[in-house]
């Protein structure tokens, strides 16, 4: 069983580019969970979806973050216009129903390290 | 603000040495977690102890919580080189699925 699979690992973008974070989910799992790193701290709760719905958006920015989990395919964490503060890890983390925060069943994946120039 | 707080922010030992980490949080909590991320990598789940638990073993790890003072410690016994990387504790915030870490301890065991 394949673990929690972020891509790129590593991306690079100049200021005013679009990143496109990709995340799969561990296989039968339907709760995705992206965080943000900053360097040297801990991470920071962006997002919480569920199969094609937004469960929880509080820890992520007003404008030009969005994040999206549709019934087919990857998790997406697309950040439009991007500047050298978005800068940082970019974590995903995926729970089986009934798992999660509560359980602990929370795996994560590798990461995704945006760069911006 | 932070909920969890991490103390020292780094720690150098000697392999063989035990090494203790704190972490403080504000809010009540059902639960806290630890979590050991090495360097360039992703967060892998260490243990996970209730708010109405005082104390927890696995392996050589043994966790302690004391809801009264808001605070609790990992103890990792006869150190390894293996363990060196930064430890989070991370707790949950007001029942919601999502987790707040603390800013970690960066751990180092010398050989």
């Known amino acids: 069983n394949a673990g929690v699979m972020q891509n790129p690992r590593h991306l690079v973008r100049r200021r005013g580019q679009e990143a496109r974070l990709r995340c799969s989910p561990m296989k039968g799992h339907s709760h995705v969970y992206w965080y943000r790193q900053l360097p040297e701290e801990g991470l920071k709760f962006m997002v919480y979806l569920q199969k094609e719905n937004i469960i929880d958006e509080s820890g992520m920015p007003k404008e030009r973050f969005s994040a999206e989990f549709p019934k087919e395919g990857p998790s997406i964490l697309r950040i439009q216009q991007v500047v050298r503060g978005d800068s940082a890890a970019y974590f995903c983390?995926?729970?089986?129903?009934?798992?999660?925060?509560?359980?602990?069943?929370?795996?994560f994946g590798e990461g995704s390290r945006l760069t911006v120039l | 603000s932070q909920q969890g707080e991490e103390d020292p922010q780094a720690l150098s030992i000697q392999e063989g040495e035990n090494a203790t980490m704190n972490c403080s949080y504000k809010t009540s909590i059902n639960n806290l977690q630890w979590y050991r991320q090495n360097s360039g990598r992703g967060l892998v789940h260490l243990i996970l102890i209730r708010s109405n638990e005082r104390e927890k073993h696995s392996g050589r790890l043994r966790v302690t919580l004391d809801t009264s003072k808001k605070s609790s410690s990992l103890l990792i016994t006869a150190s390894r080189a293996a363990d060196t990387a930064s430890y989070f504790c991370a707790t949950d915030a007001s029942g919601a699925q999502k987790l707040v870490f603390g800013q970690g301890t960066r751990l180092t065991i010398n050989p």
């Open positions: 983390a995926s729970s089986p129903p009934g798992g999660g925060v509560n359980t602990g069943e929370l795996f």
